[in-house]
């Protein structure tokens, strides 16, 4: 993926060089002032988007799924805006209601199981937003915290489908309400349609912490009898949704002419000599191809007939071709986009490391597609734009079980037994991007998509093509997928017809500033972490601790403005304060904790934006590393003691421990903003997704836990993924 965009940005420099011959610089005076967008605001929003709830257990039906599916959402929002120039910083709160989100079943190959759901009828946000504007229009950056009113239900019911009593609860409930807090990250545009009436869309990913809700009895009693800590009987659930919605605002007051000039004292004004009344006009048909690169995440999870999951997560290569339309109003643009590309393999694991028999589970998406709204901001021959929509793939779900006893003769051989499913999947798709037309026709650009599908069950079959839970419901005796992929892109395109210029309310915009050159400088900001781990079931658990961090470092980078657009490279080193661990097995004798630490994390960047004078919006992709140090320490979960002078709590000398770098994806958008020739400052948000990573359960000897299994199966598996919003400054060298 570094090497993709790394071309990417290497392919602008070189094809913009004619356009930005164009721009020569002459002496100009630009206009005196533009809509002010300063002012409070109160409003409305429609849209939908993906939720993904994932469960966990301590054991006590060894199983965890992530049901994922669209809901819809609507609400209000009131907030207040600060426009500086082209510069707009401001805050803003929303509250909407929701839809149902996606239910399942936890525990399907036991005689009981329990119908776990998640449902949020009311959330919002309290967000910073920092943004570029353009005359009536705007886009931004925001980011900040998020809340819901979750109310989490687990309800137990008899799972033997020959039972009388069938599906009737048995008064094993795991149920919990109340306010969860997380973290939010997304990007829009917006447009007044007159001095009062704003229009836009916008995303927002949201990141809520884990919570979980006691196992009781119909009596109140703990599940786990008294044999095991409170604390450690529950039913765990962690919260993610994705949302692309249109808003509609009011915006009080008159509208007060603003001053362009950031600064006064910055020399001459340079901009494009305005030889004619108008520009390049966006509207029009368009046809291309695009290549990149991104990580895929692939979580799978069984009823409890391994009872094991696993998130195999890497990179993968793309490409393909996309068709679309837009459709440019002054300096606005809507547009309808479709495509489709073809990817390389994802990365695949094994499920089941400590039974006699395992899994080897894989998916593929040879073929996928989206079909997405997007929405930007025209600067002469730059657009910058938000899009989102649906997402589709053809997904090619396999699980082949085999003999996994070292010791065997027949080991690695495959025993009958598959899980395997094929066809398409349908999900959601949020993201951004840059475009530069070096021509009448020709347009260059670069963007990032993040999407997460619907999870799709696979039944566990005998050779025979019967169920392989026997008495259990076969609906419930499956291997569950969720698939997430996030992708950098550059692509080009051919807009059809000729040049025909539309006409832009204001003159043409003085460039008061030279974006290129060397800078250095630091930031600060927080987010949010959540690190998945699952066993193959040693403890036949999985948790996955989220909640948020504090981070902060230094950037340097290198710039290239030609005309309005810029290409850079960027690096960063950030310290980071300590993420959330928890516990796997806590409905066994023994149970694990669990942890993450990324001390020292990083990222080296592409990035890709439209500069309006004194100010800067991008979006940014490439590789992210992280120095990761994963624990696991096994210790007594038995409120009596193990016995052999282990009394509860003590540890047992069982560990998963691995350190040493990660590397992964990172994918983002921000708003920079020059104070003078040299200092800038600025917010920008990025979303992470690191590699998976395995930490050996060894004895306090160094032996395997797991013999006679092979020891690369007998692992506590770790899925990093950190979501960040930050502001940062920085030095620039020369003028």
């Known amino acids: 993926m570094r090497t993709t965009l790394a071309a990417a940005a290497a392919l602008f420099a070189t094809t913009v060089a004619g356009s930005a011959a164009d721009l020569a610089p002459v002496y100009t005076k630009a206009p005196a002032a533009v809509y002010s967008w300063t002012g409070f605001y109160i409003g409305g929003n429609l849209g ?23 809901f819809f959402t609507g609400g209000a929002q009131i907030g207040y805006n600060y426009q500086f120039g082209r510069g707009l910083v401001g805050i803003e709160a929303d509250v909407n209601g929701n839809s149902d989100f996606k239910g399942t079943v936890l525990g399907g190959d036991w005689s009981r199981a329990m119908t776990v759901t998640t449902k949020a009828d009311v959330s919002g946000t309290i967000r910073a937003r920092a943004g570029l504007v353009i005359d009536n229009a705007l886009v931004y950056a925001t980011g900040g915290a998020a809340w819901a009113d979750v109310k989490q239900t687990g309800i137990e019911f008899n799972n033997v489908a020959a039972s009388p009593t069938f599906g009737a609860p048995t008064g094993l409930t795991a ?5 969860l807090w997380g973290g939010v990250i997304g990007a829009g545009v917006e447009y007044a349609l007159s001095p009062n009436w704003i229009v836009g869309g916008e995303f927002l990913h949201t990141v809520y912490q884990d919570r979980g809700a006691n196992i009781v009895t119909a009596a109140g009693a703990s599940g786990c009898a008294a044999t095991r800590p409170t604390a450690n009987c529950v039913i765990r659930d962690q919260l993610t949704t994705d949302v692309a919605r249109v808003r509609l605002s009011y915006k009080f007051g008159d509208p007060v002419p603003v001053s362009t000039d950031a600064y006064a004292g910055a020399g001459p004004r340079y901009a494009k000599a305005p030889a004619m009344a108008s520009v390049y ?20 999870d069984d009823p409890c007939y391994y009872c094991s999951s696993t998130m195999p997560t890497g990179g993968f290569f793309t490409g393909g071709g996309q068709i679309g339309y837009n459709y440019q109003f002054g300096s606005g643009l809507v547009g309808i986009e479709a495509d489709v590309n073809g990817n390389s393999d994802f990365k695949s694991y094994v499920i089941g490391g400590a039974w006699t028999r395992a899994m080897s589970v894989a998916s593929k998406a040879d073929v996928s597609g989206t079909i997405r709204a997007r929405s930007g901001v025209v600067i002469d021959n730059a657009l910058v734009y938000v899009t989102g929509g649906a997402a589709w793939a053809n997904v090619d779900q396999t699980g082949t079980e085999f003999n996994n006893v070292t010791t065997s003769s027949t080991f690695g051989a495959p025993t009958g037994i598959t899980a395997n499913r094929s066809g398409t999947l349908w999900g959601g798709v949020i993201g951004a991007g840059v475009e530069f037309a070096v021509g009448s026709n020709w347009i260059v650009g670069a963007e990032y998509l993040h999407t997460v599908y619907e999870d799709r069950d696979a039944n566990i079959i005998l050779a025979n093509g019967t169920s392989a839970c026997g008495s259990s419901l076969a609906a419930n005796c499956v291997v569950r997928n969720q698939l997430t992929t996030d992708v950098a892109r550059a692509r080009v395109s051919y807009k059809f017809g000729d040049q025909a ?31 998945h781990f699952d066993d193959p079931c040693n403890y036949c658990s999985t948790a996955t601790p989220t909640s948020g961090f ?58 890709a934006g439209v500069v309006v004078n004194n100010a800067l919006a ?38 998963a421990n691995r350190s040493g770098v990660l590397w992964g994806g990172v994918i983002g958008a921000g708003v920079e903003y020059a104070l003078n020739p040299n200092w800038i400052v600025g917010g920008e948000f990025l979303h992470t997704m690191y590699q998976d990573r395995d930490a050996n359960l060894v004895l306090a000897n160094g032996g395997n836990v797991c013999t006679p299994y092979p020891a690369s199966n007998c692992v506590v598996h770790n899925h990093l993924t950190t979501d960040v919003a930050r502001l940062r400054v920085s030095y620039k060298f020369g003028q």
């Open 618 to 655: 991008y979006v940014t992709g490439g590789a992210a590393w992280a120095d990761v140090k994963q624990t696991g320490t096994e210790f007594c979960n038995s409120t009596g003691g193990c016995g052999g002078g282990l009394g509860s709590g003590a540890l047992t000398g069982v560990t």
């Open 281 to 300: 006009s966006w509207t029009g048909f368009y046809i291309g191809g695009n290549a990149g690169g991104g990580m895929a995440s692939s979580r799978f």
């Open 175 to 179: 149920n919990r309400s109340g306010v």
């Open 501 to 531: 210029p539309v006409s832009v309310k204001a003159a043409p915009v003085a460039a008061l500033y030279n974006w290129t050159g060397l800078y250095i400088g630091g930031n600060a900001g927080g987010g949010m972490a959540r690190s």
């Open 48 to 70: 939908g988007g993906m939720a993904s709830s994932h469960f966990d257990d301590p054991d006590f039906y060894a199983a965890s799924v992530t049901p994922a599916r669209g």
């Open 550 to 607: 504090f981070t902060g470092g230094a950037q340097i980078g290198f710039n290239y403005q030609f005309g309005r657009g810029l290409v850079g490279i960027e690096a960063d080193v950030n310290g980071n304060s300590r993420f959330k661990e928890s516990v796997i097995g806590g409905d066994d004798t023994f149970a694990m904790t669990v942890g993450a630490k990324a001390d020292v994390s990083g990222t080296i960047r592409a990035r």
